[in-house]
C-alpha cells in the first residue's frame, strides 16, 4: 500500500523559506491521472490546499499562496517537494503531502510535519 | 473561490445515536464533494467521495448524498472510535477548499 512520509526543517526562520520534502514509497509515482499534493492545517484550524503537481510537471496552487510556493517533483527518486519562501508565523502549521486522482481524491496522506516558524 | 459552510461546529452524541452533518456549497458543485475523518493527532482519511460513494474498506455505518450545494453526511450508528472532526471537501473548482469541520465528540 503506497506510503507518504514528509520530512524538512521543522523550524523556520521569519522571511526564510519553507522546505519540505515528501517520499513516496512501496509504489510508484508513475501516471498521468495521478497528482502529488500539498495541504497544511493551522494548529487548531482547519485544512488549506496549498497546491499540486503532475508527472508531467504541470502545477495548480491556491492562488493566496501563489506567489510564493513552488512544488517540484522528482519521479527517479520517488519524491516530491514543497517550497514556500518569504513565511511569516502565519505559516506555522502541519503541513501534509498526499496522493490525488482526477476525481479529486486525497488518498493517502502522509503523516504530517509541523512546521514552526520563528526566530 | 467556492466557499463550504459546514454544519454543526461541533456535536455530542450518545454511542448508537445517528449523526448528521450537512454541507453547503457557495455554488454548485455537482457531485464533486468528499467526506474526511481527522482523528486527534492524525492526517485526514478519506471516507466517501463523488458526494456518496463509500471508500473501500470504510465501515458501512457512514453514508453521504447530496447534489449541486447541499450535501450531508450520516453516522447511522455512533462508535467511540468515530470521535474526530469531519471536513467536507469540493473539487469542482480549483482552489480545492475543504469546510470548517465538524467535531463529533461522545455525550
Known amino acids: 500500500q503506497l506510503q507518504l512520509q514528509e520530512s524538512g526543517s521543522r523550524l523556520v526562520k521569519p522571511s526564510q523559506t519553507l522546505s519540505l520534502t515528501c517520499a513516496v514509497s512501496?509504489?510508484?509515482?508513475?501516471?498521468?491521472?495521478?497528482?502529488w499534493v500539498w495541504i497544511r492545517q493551522p494548529p487548531g484550524k482547519g485544512l488549506e490546499w496549498i497546491g499540486y503537481?503532475?508527472?508531467?510537471?504541470?502545477?495548480f496552487y491556491n492562488p493566496s499562496l501563489k506567489s510564493r510556493v513552488t512544488i517540484s517533483l522528482d519521479g527517479s527518486n520517488n519524491r516530491f517537494s514543497l517550497n514556500l519562501n518569504s513565511v511569516t508565523a502565519a505559516d506555522t502549521a502541519v503541513y501534509y503531502c498526499?496522493?490525488?486522482?482526477?476525481?479529486?481524491?486525497?488518498?493517502?496522506w502522509g503523516q504530517g510535519a509541523l512546521v514552526t516558524v520563528s526566530s | 473561490d467556492i466557499q463550504m459552510t459546514q454544519s454543526p461546529p461541533s456535536l455530542s452524541a450518545s454511542v448508537g445515536d445517528r449523526v448528521t452533518i450537512t454541507c453547503q456549497a457557495s455554488?454548485?458543485?455537482?457531485?464533486?464533494l468528499n467526506w474526511y475523518q481527522q482523528k486527534p493527532g492524525k492526517a485526514p482519511k478519506l471516507l466517501i467521495y463523488?458526494?456518496?460513494n463509500l471508500e473501500t474498506g470504510v465501515q458501512s455505518r457512514f453514508s453521504g448524498s447530496g447534489s449541486g450545494t447541499d450535501f450531508t453526511f450520516t453516522i447511522s450508528s455512533l462508535q467511540p472510535e468515530d470521535i474526530a472532526i469531519y471536513y467536507c471537501?469540493?473539487?469542482?473548482?480549483?482552489?480545492?477548499?475543504f469546510g470548517g469541520g465538524t467535531k463529533v465528540e461522545i455525550k
Open positions: 471537501q469540493q473539487y469542482k473548482a480549483l482552489p480545492v477548499t
Open positions: 503537481i503532475y508527472e508531467s510537471g504541470a502545477t
Open positions: 512501496a509504489g510508484s509515482m508513475s501516471g498521468p491521472l495521478y497528482s
Open positions: 498526499a496522493r490525488g486522482n482526477t476525481r479529486g481524491r486525497f488518498d493517502p
Open positions: 455554488q454548485v458543485i455537482s457531485n464533486y
Open positions: 463523488d458526494a456518496s
